[in-house]
């Protein structure tokens, strides 16, 4: 087996909540014990590049390996059921977006093929926002960029000025029917809130850099005072 093969396997057991044994799983992929000793290595580097919570560990009482915070449970058929209506309810995402956010979900529930016929049902009715644009991965950056804290410059369209270059601090997401919004601070504004930008209209951004202090504390200032209200 190669070695990228090799370390997906790897990965996708620990993220399943499996204890994986080096021993077991050298047969299994046909490698030796110091390929699996880097394959570890390798995992345990990129879950500190990403700031993850989860922690990979080394149980010495049955010698093999876990992933804290990994232990899989399936959801129940109410749980799958409420997500499932605000997904749809909301709007905010393409059909064909919705439909695999919901697939994804189903995979991970105790749910009847009964319910499964009645989720695609409802998926007919279901009314895409009126900007018909992809929004998942954008989504997904954009919560690693508030995780990070980082400075961001985005290409964004407002609707009547055209496209525009913004260096924003990001401080959270907003949603509302049919939208997903940004609440950042422009770069060098002196304002105590922050300004609301559209998910859909931000053509691209890429990372400056790290927020400085004063930053991350306006930032949570903010935060602060708006989790009171």
């Given at each position: 087996m190669d070695k990228i093969t090799r370390v997906l396997l790897l990965y996708s057991k620990l993220i399943r909540g499996e204890k994986v044994r080096k021993l077991e799983f050298c047969m299994e992929a046909d490698s030796n014990s110091r390929s699996f000793d880097?394959?570890?290595?390798?995992?345990?580097?990129?879950?500190?590049?990403?700031?993850?919570t989860e922690?990979?560990?080394?149980?010495?009482?049955?010698?093999?390996?876990?992933?804290?915070?990994?232990?899989?449970?399936?959801?129940?058929?109410?749980?799958?059921?409420?997500?499932?209506?605000?997904?749809?309810?909301?709007?905010?995402?393409?059909?064909?977006?919705?439909?695999e956010l919901l697939e994804h979900l189903s995979s991970n529930a105790k749910i009847r093929s009964l319910e499964s016929k009645y989720s695609d049902e409802l998926l007919s009715y279901y009314r895409e926002p009126l900007h018909n644009k992809p929004l998942l991965k954008m989504h997904g950056d954009l919560m690693t960029v508030l995780k990070q804290q980082s400075v961001i410059e985005m290409q964004y369209c407002r609707t009547d000025e055209g496209t525009e270059v913004i260096r924003v601090l990001p401080c959270r997401l907003n949603y509302e029917l049919?939208?997903?919004?940004?609440?950042?601070?422009?770069?060098?504004?002196?304002?105590?809130?922050?300004?609301?930008?559209?998910?859909?209209?931000?053509?691209?951004?890429?990372?400056?850099?790290?927020q400085y202090k004063k930053e991350q504390e306006k930032v949570r200032y903010f935060l602060q005072n708006e989790d009171m209200k």
């Open positions: 880097r394959d570890i290595e390798d995992i345990r580097l990129y879950l500190a590049e990403l700031f993850q922690e990979l560990r080394y149980d010495r009482q049955d010698g093999s390996y876990y992933l804290t915070g990994a232990e899989r449970w399936d959801l129940e058929l109410p749980e799958f059921q409420l997500l499932e209506g605000m997904l749809l309810e909301l709007g905010l995402l393409r059909k064909d977006e919705v439909t049919g939208r997903i919004i940004l609440l950042a601070f422009p770069e060098k504004t002196e304002k105590e809130t922050p300004e609301s930008f559209q998910v859909e209209q931000i053509y691209s951004f890429q990372i400056i850099r790290t």
